[in-house]
């Protein structure tokens, strides 16, 4: 349980203690908890004032499966409000096995210089001069770290994107295979990491110190009964396997909700061309890896490895969100060139949501043709580059908008939303509109509610019981997001006896009892902190709103517009 | 009757030899359903999230119509 602060200003390592206010906390309840209570809320997001924060989830480095899950925590330079991104790979299993809660970056090396964090395998922490890893790309600055430090470490990075401070910058991390694909992307903090002046944090995998457990027999044995319920179900056992999140191309597609060409359609012609059925068959016949483990502890094995007609590695991990952006958004068919832009959004670090959104932005107002693949590759090489449009596309896509005078951008708190457009499934609009993180999807998933059973529990273009579905599902995601367990292991939460599994996993680890209540309540402390955050931050309830578009332009092919009222829409969050 | 058939996710498993390129083409009795269908093709409803007729999602009661494309999805989780 420890807490590693780093300055980068006066370049000093202090190891501490996690304080008490914080026992118990892990991954998002901690990373928010903290940035709330020490960070001024109206400070530069790209300031020494600004504190990035790595912190584990609670169940990390427990032998409950899918839990290798770190959130990153800094106020955002794209919102403006608090931010928290997490991430799967090895990072989180990693820094648990070292007993460390967490890492607090504080101050701000000068200008021009980079350094590396290196965290030993005792849990001692070294900044090292990194001036020879300056503008490196993430693939060949992993290569050269493992050349010089070893293949035992997982690596967290930026690329150029964060070192030139774009607002759409991503924090990347090494999957099982060492390849930096996973992507803390959501929010900028890429660019955070960048104005801190830290090129790196170099894990090292070779820990043996996790946090001791109050009972660990009670545990193992909560543990191995929800491992058991992802197993068995349907779609973590055996659909996310066989397809990853791709999966559900074709489902939202069908039911119009698969925002097109910039969101003017909710329905794209080409979906089958990039659809997870289409892409696994590409991926076979090719000679590729479907059901490829991307997280440390992962029983699912949701990622994949793409590769060329060659056979050679192109990305990994191609997933919903990005087949979408890089897809449908830009009105592109073609697979391979969105698994091309998917690798260099890896490798120059920038978020593959908002930098899909943001070229179709661009091209929604005249810049280019949708459908243009080879301007999308270019538009990414020139963030690369540091040209001034590239700068511009790397900012995303209210920045784009701005450039071009253009009011058709789908954002939410200067957050791009993701690929479930909020017209054709009502409950999104809440949790775009009202997230403390701005437009986000896994903040409140609610697209089950409103497809399960033949067409929805909820009718999805009707205001009903969206509001209360979104309050729910973010609370629950904020407690699910603070012990760290992988979206798509929720499997085993819905399962029989899930839920209950999980509380007793707290019980067992903390030695207090915790219930259904105590669920609630940490979802609750977390969000609380974040609405105080951005509060303080000058956000009123007028910016828990949907662009115009969405309340005024019908979406074909169901023609439907956002219903909720501004008056529901407030009712979400009532403190 | 007959109906053209597509199977999404790893719902193909239930008809041997199918091919998602191609889907299945299923003569059926006039006014068979959703749900005779899908017993016809031994899919069972409870492995199945949603089902559209020609783009159209509907309920396991609805009738088929000739020549209709039937889209048949698995229930969704995650995000
Ligand atoms: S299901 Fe996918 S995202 Fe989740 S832990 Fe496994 S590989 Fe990582």
């Known amino acids: ?575 | 009757m007959q109906v053209q058939v597509k199977l999404y996710g790893t719902l193909g498993k239930w008809v041997a030899g199918y091919d998602h390129r191609t889907g299945l083409a299923v003569n059926v009795d006039e006014g068979a359903t959703v749900a005779d269908l899908m017993a016809q093709l031994g899919v069972p409803l409870d492995k199945i999230g949603m089902v559209s007729l020609d783009g159209r999602l509907v309920g396991k009661a609805t009738a088929l119509r000739s020549g209709v494309l039937v889209k048949v999805f698995h229930p969704i989780f995650g995000g």
């Open chain 1, 1 to 575: 349980m420890k807490l590693i602060k780093v300055d980068m200003t006066a370049k000093t390592i202090r190891v501490e203690d996690l304080p008490a206010a914080y026992k118990g906390l892990g991954g998002r309840a901690l990373t928010s908890g903290y940035i709330n209570d020490h960070v001024p809320a109206t400070s530069d997001a790209l300031g020494p004032e600004n504190i990035l924060i790595f912190a584990p989830g609670y169940f990390s480095a427990t032998p409950l499966v899918n839990t290798s899950r770190l959130s990153v925590g800094a106020k955002s330079p794209l919102t403006g409000g608090i931010k928290e991104s997490n991430v799967g790979g090895t990072v989180a299993a990693a820094l648990g096995n070292l007993g460390i809660s967490a890492i607090v970056v504080e101050g701000q090396a000068p200008e021009g210089e980079t350094w590396l964090l290196k965290i030993e395998p005792d849990g001692q922490a070294v900044l090292i001069e990194g001036q020879a890893y300056r503008d490196m790309r993430t693939y060949a600055l992993v290569e050269k770290l493992v050349d010089e430090f070893g293949a035992k470490n997982s690596v967290t990075c930026i690329g150029p994107a964060g070192e030139q401070q774009l607002s759409a910058a991503s924090i990347q991390t090494t999957d099982m295979d060492g390849h930096p694909c996973r992507a803390a992307g959501r929010g900028g903090l890429g660019a955070v990491m960048g104005a801190k002046g830290l090129k790196a944090l170099i894990v090292s995998r070779a820990g043996k110190n996790a946090d001791p457990m109050a009972d660990a027999e009670a545990f193992k044995a909560a543990a191995k009964a929800y491992a058991k319920a992802v197993k068995a179900d349907e779609f973590s056992g055996e659909i996310l396997p066989a397809l990853g999140s791709a999966c559900l191309v074709e489902a939202i597609n069908e039911v119009g909700a698969f925002p097109t060409r910039n969101a003017r359609e909710g329905q794209f012609e080409h979906a089958d061309q990039i659809s997870g059925e289409t892409m696994a068959r590409i991926i076979r016949e090719r000679g590729g890896k479907t059901t490829h483990k991307g997280c440390a502890q992962c029983i699912i094995d949701c990622s994949n490895e793409y590769v060329d007609k060659e056979g050679k590695y192109v990305t990994s991990s191609l997933e919903y969100e990005t087949i979408w952006s890089m897809g449908g958004m830009i009105g592109n068919g073609d697979l391979d060139a969105i698994a091309r832009l998917d690798f260099l959004c890896d490798d120059i670090g920038l978020d593959t949501i908002s930098t899909g959104v943001a070229i179709g932005v661009a091209m929604d107002a005249g810049y280019k043709s949708f459908g243009d693949a080879q301007a999308a590759i270019a538009m990414v090489e020139e963030v690369a580059a540091g040209t001034d449009f590239g700068k511009i596309i790397g900012h995303g896509p209210a920045a784009v908008g701005k450039h071009f005078n253009h009011d058709r951008v789908p954002v939410m708190k200067g957050q791009s939303m993701a690929a479930y457009d909020p017209r054709a499934i009502q409950g999104m609009a809440v949790t775009y509109a009202t997230s403390p993180m701005g437009g986000d999807h896994t903040a409140g998933w609610v697209v089950d509610q409103n497809l399960e059973a033949f067409g929805g529990t909820l009718d999805r273009f009707s205001a009903e019981g969206q509001v209360e579905a979104s309050r729910n599902t973010q609370i629950h995601m904020a407690a699910v997001d603070s012990v760290g367990i992988c979206d798509f292991a929720q499997s085993g939460l819905a399962a029989p006896g899930g839920i209950e599994n999980v509380y007793q996993m707290v019980a067992a680890k903390s030695g207090q009892p915790f219930g259904e209540e105590d669920w609630q309540a940490l979802g609750l402390r977390v969000l609380k902190a974040e609405r105080a955050f951005n509060r303080r931050a000058g956000f009123t309830p007028a910016d828990d709103r949907l662009p115009r578009m969405f309340y005024e332009e019908p979406l074909p092919p169901h023609n439907k517009v956002v219903v909720i009222s501004d008056a529901e829409m407030e009712a979400t969050f009532d403190f």
